[in-house]
């Protein structure tokens, strides 16, 4: 039986203490890990905490993240909780896995602390491997700073498990910016988290002989189209699940989760839709723009997959012009975030205009100062009645002005 | 919000001394922020550190800053650091150094016209008498809560225990000593 840990109702954690402390609520039966920055000390936590006697599951080291997805693949398959961490070239070594995972319905949480991809070589936050894992299945559930890296990777289990979803979930965090930034943080009791995350009830596991199962099997042009029609089905259909997880965490806490979080939108003309800490800097922006009367608002995907086309176009429907910020490289297209949130736009009677920045990559500070210069160039696109810039701009990049594509005007 | 800058290197504690400073603001009801931000990341390099403190969650993650404090563990940062980047005009500056206060100003041309808010205190060999290693953190604390008057000293040494209670009783007892030291020396 796992000794007991001392916590305070009120701690100073970083996110990955808090993402650690969240698996070892959660009473996960197999960690396997392999650790990577800047999402080492969750890995390193957890295995103090099984040094100290804190847990009760199996922590496995294995040689790559590779295997260690692998070894969450088989231990999940065979009816246990399952968890790691990786971030970055970790993460790109396990997108193989990532698809088997989810197509195997394995409900694994995985906590990644976003960080670029090299090269050129860089160790700390961005977008890129988040972006990697937007076509792999899993649910992407996306905290805005430590508290949330906490009460999220509970919610994940939460989700992950239940039995109408059975899809793996990744909790994504801001490398550095929220995984090694100390701030307050209210944690449950152990009773509490437990009693809310619940004990997993599994389906279809390997280890029941009395009902013999295949994972990973094969199916060419007859099924395969079907079972990945379902996969998909089963995404869209996690929304409600997802809500009422939400729902009930607030209940324990009183901390109150949405799909998509709006600040400020009740009469916002001029919107910042950003993903990550960038959401909680953009408010500051947006409070301060308030004071000197410009209706500034801030939308935050709180769950990048599924992607919440409906809320956001009910959440934006109304706003005059919109930045969607991508911190990611985008490769010779537009922002692929900026590519949703205008799908989902033009959808809408309305139809706001929609700009795209590129900005953040590889830890680039992202400042107030930053977000209210875009915010002012929304401002101004609302009083033109058409895009005034490049539809797509670099923000906060040295050397000239990087920026493509102009409104068609006759 | 009140904001802090440490420079620091990589070894002396300047980001074990912002998180145990936030661990302890935090217990007296504020929300704080603690980060750093890294060279390299080995031994020996110029690093920073920053601490935010609020009476209201702190929500901005930019690591831009215009500091309230600006705390240099290395005496020799203090000469080739910028350390009065982005400074306010109320900016305090508490400096480790061997020097008297005079001495080093006439070295540091940023600081020439900041006299009567600029406080210094010998936290390497307080650290090397009361701990027994080059630790300036724990000393610099102390001469923080001396010159900001956030806490009582009492106060913060109990909170430190707390802090530090993994540690050896050793370990411990130099820590009061260096904090209790340097909230007496600074100047």
């Known amino acids: ?410 | 919000m009140i904001e802090i800058r440490w420079h620091s290197r990589a070894g002396q504690g300047a980001v074990t001394g912002a998180k145990s400073l936030g661990d302890i603001v935090a217990t007296t009801g504020k929300e704080v922020q603690a980060f750093a931000l890294y060279g390299s990341a080995k031994r020996g390099a110029a690093l920073r550190a920053y601490n935010r403190i609020d009476d209201k969650p702190i929500i901005t993650h930019e690591k831009f800053m215009n500091p309230d404090y600006v705390l240099v563990i290395d005496p020799a940062l203090a000469m080739t650091d910028d350390i009065t980047m982005n400074d306010k005009e109320t900016t305090k500056y508490i400096i480790t150094t061997h020097m008297e206060k005079e001495d080093l100003i006439k070295e540091i041309p940023a600081l020439q016209d900041k006299a009567d808010r600029v406080f210094v205190v010998d936290c390497i060999q307080i650290s090397l008498d009361t701990i027994g290693r080059s630790i300036p953190n724990a000393p610099m604390l102390g001469a923080f809560v001396k010159v900001s008057g956030m806490f009582e000293l009492d106060y913060f040494l109990e909170n430190m225990k707390r802090v530090l209670a993994k540690f050896p009783q050793k370990i411990i007892d130099g820590n009061m000593q260096a904090i209790t030291r340097a909230y007496n020396e600074v100047k």
């Open chain 1, 1 to 410: 039986m796992a000794e007991k840990f001392d916590l305070n109702e009120r701690e100073v954690w970083d996110g990955n203490y808090a993402a650690s402390q969240a698996l070892r609520q959660a009473r996960v039966d197999v960690v396997a890990a392999y650790p990577i920055t800047p999402s080492t000390p969750i890995v390193e936590n957890y295995g103090a905490y099984v040094a100290n006697g804190y847990i009760d599951g199996e922590f496995v080291m294995v040689e790559s993240e590779h295997a260690a997805m692998s070894g969450c693949v088989g231990a999940s398959a065979a009816g246990g909780r399952v968890a790691t961490a990786t971030s970055s070239q970790g993460f790109a070594l396990m997108a193989e896995v990532l698809y088997q995972a989810s197509g195997m319905r394995l409900p694994i949480v995985l906590t990644v602390v976003n960080r670029a991809l090299a090269s050129p070589l860089n160790v700390r936050g961005d977008h890129a491997d988040m972006y990697l894992g937007r076509d792999s299945g899993w649910i992407q559930i996306d905290a805005f700073n430590a508290q949330e890296a906490y009460d999220l990777t509970l919610c994940a289990f939460k989700i992950g498990e239940n039995h109408s979803v059975r899809l793996p979930v990744m909790v994504h965090q801001d490398g550095f910016i929220t995984s090694h930034t100390a701030q307050n943080v209210y944690p449950l009791s152990d009773e509490k988290a437990y009693e809310f995350v619940g004990e997993i009830v599994p389906v279809d596991d390997m280890l029941d002989f009395s009902r013999p199962v295949t994972y990973g099997a094969q199916t060419e042009e007859d099924w395969h189209f079907e079972h990945k029609a379902k996969q998909h089905k089963a995404l869209m259909d996690s929304r409600p699940v997802i809500d009422e997880v939400f729902a009930e965490f607030e209940k324990f806490t009183g901390r109150k989760y949405n799909r998509v979080e709006g600040y400020d939108m009740d009469d916002a003309e001029v919107v910042i839709v950003a993903l990550g800490t960038t959401v909680e800097t953009a408010r500051v922006a947006a409070q301060e723009l308030r004071e000197e009367g410009i209706k500034a608002g801030v939308v935050g995907i709180r769950v990048f997959r599924p992607f919440p086309f409906d809320d956001v176009r009910d959440m934006l429907e109304n706003a005059k012009s919109v930045a969607v910020l991508d911190r990611s490289s985008p490769g010779g297209a537009m922002g692929a975030f900026f590519n949703e949130v205008s799908a989902a736009l033009y959808t809408t009677p309305n139809r706001p205009l929609v700009t795209n920045y590129i900005y953040g990559l590889g830890g680039r500070d992202f400042s107030v100062n930053e977000a209210k210069r875009i915010f002012m160039e929304q401002k101004a696109n609302a009083d033109a009645g058409h895009i005034t810039t490049d539809i797509q701009q670099f923000s906060g990049l040295r050397g000239p002005h990087l920026g493509y594509f102009q409104t068609k005007r006759s």
